[in-house]
């Protein structure tokens, strides 16, 4: 599926403003071409976020599925959130 570029714009600022208001997302991050601003029309969306230690992932999944499909044109559902796994953090 492909967007426009003002589509993924609104999608960007939707997954943000859910993720800014979820108290147990503890961190963020813009990554790929939109994170060294050479993003073009074909540029994808992506971001990434820890969740706090202590939170079922598939809570959070479960919740920002309904929320981003509720508003969504199609960028998020189910299936495009339930393969995700915890990545463990490593080192110190």
């Known amino acids: 599926m492909f967007f426009t570029e003002e589509e993924r714009e609104r ?3 939707r ?3 859910v993720a800014a208001l ?3 997302i503890v961190s963020g991050a813009v990554v790929g071409a939109l994170a060294l601003t050479d993003e073009d029309r074909w540029s994808d969306l992506d971001l990434t976020f820890a969740v ?3 939170v079922p992932l598939t809570d ?3 919740d ?3 929320k981003l499909a509720a508003k969504s ?3 998020c559902d189910r299936r495009s959130l339930a393969g995700i796994k915890r990545a463990r953090r490593s080192g110190g």
Do not use: H
């Open 52 to 54: 706090a230690d202590e």
């Open 64 to 66: 920002w599925t309904g």
């Open 11 to 13: 999608a960007q600022s």
């Open 22 to 24: 979820d108290a147990r």
């Open 60 to 62: 959070v999944f479960e």
């Open 73 to 75: 044109s199609g960028y």
């Open 15 to 17: 997954v943000l403003e």
